[in-house]
């Protein structure tokens, strides 16, 4: 059974020109949802959300847009509008876990209150024209919370399922609960997505051992870490040579367009720091590089000592 593989949406990281440039550079992923856009009060989208989103900006892979929101009126208007842009799957954010989203009991905030979920569901789902599927955690204080949605879940034409087993007050620490998950799975009727921790074949061939039933797995960090991953997955093997050219080239790539579209070179660096959080854990040292880099204060500095760490860096992939 070959699996499919979902780009998890992150936000600051997987939006339309990461995305783009990824599949120009790396195989593996069939599909990717993107990070979430949230309702306005009032409006429909804003126009750089909407230019983000138009399928002729999104050749790639598949794109199914992704929406954070407890207003289910706002839910239903962007939902109408992603239609009509061609979108005919869409995905609704119940994982969040950032104390400003959850505290306003907005993503994983709403997971105490099912009664919310259900109210949420019963008016948006016969209103708008989209199938829906939910990302989600095990709950926001305890993983227990779960199992009062599910059944909620059950009762409604939902696309799929997909979860990350943690607590949104859990943010990323600790390790995902796969007990838990194992119960979800087996109490949905609806198929789900596992998403968490994917950072290597190994860790892959475990979980696809343990959940033989489930064929669609979500990577996230893993992939920003080690964009051959999606790759080595499907293909079942590491085999991939040149690996740091193949980096640098992508890495090139996206600083030559984040330099096309970020307004100066503060926010480029920044963009460009943050990812070199992920790309540095593929390499030896990544500590004193990763210091390195984030040092840098001009453009020129940081592809000075980009290039000269992609000449001498040393993966810890295999090449
Ligand atoms: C910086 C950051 C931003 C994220 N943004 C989103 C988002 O917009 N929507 C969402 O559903 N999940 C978001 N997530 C969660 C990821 O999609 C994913 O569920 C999580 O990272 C666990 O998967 P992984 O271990 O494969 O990374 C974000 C995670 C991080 C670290």
Not at 175 to 200: M, R
Not at 250 to 259: G, I, P, S, V, W
Not at 265 to 280: G, I
């Amino acid at each position: 059974m070959i699996p499919k593989l979902y780009m998890a949406p992150i936000r600051g990281f997987t939006d339309t020109v990461y995305r783009n440039i990824f599949s120009k550079h790396f195989d593996g992923f069939d599909i990717a949802v993107a990070p979430f856009i949230s309702t306005q009060m009032g409006k429909r989208i804003k126009p750089s959300q909407h230019k983000a989103l138009l399928p002729e900006n999104n050749t790639g892979m598949p794109v199914i847009p992704q929406i954070l929101s407890k207003d289910p009126d706002g839910f239903v208007i962007l939902a109408k509008h992603l239609f009509d842009m061609g979108y005919e799957s869409i995905n609704w954010n119940l994982g969040c876990p950032f104390p400003k989203v959850a505290r306003k009991g907005r993503g994983s905030g709403m997971l105490p209150f099912p009664d919310i979920i259900e109210s949420f569901l019963e008016k948006t789902l016969s209103a708008i024209p989209n199938t829906l599927s939910i990302k989600t955690r095990l709950g926001y204080n305890n993983e227990n919370e779960i199992f009062l949605i599910i059944p909620i879940f059950n009762r409604y034409p939902l696309e799929e399922i997909i979860i990350h087993p943690r607590t949104g007050i859990q943010m990323y620490e600790g390790t995902p609960d796969l007990d838990t998950f194992e119960k979800c799975l087996l109490q949905s009727a609806h198929p789900v997505v596992y998403n968490g921790d994917i950072t290597d074949l190994d860790t892959f061939r475990t979980l696809s051992g343990r959940f033989e039933n489930i064929n669609r797995w979500m990577i996230g960090r893993g992939a920003l870490t080690n964009p051959f991953l999606p790759a080595t997955i499907k293909n079942d093997e590491d085999i991939f040579p040149n690996k740091i050219e193949r980096m640098k080239r992508f890495h090139d790539a996206l600083f030559h367009e984040y330099r096309q579209i970020l307004n100066g070179p503060s926010h480029l660096l920044q963009r460009m720091k943050s990812f070199w959080k992920y790309f540095v854990l593929s390499f030896e040292n990544s500590r004193k590089n990763q210091k390195k880099i984030q040092k840098t204060t001009s453009v020129e500095q940081y592809e000075e000592i980009v290039a000269r760490f992609f000449e001498t860096g040393n993966l810890k992939l295999n090449d």
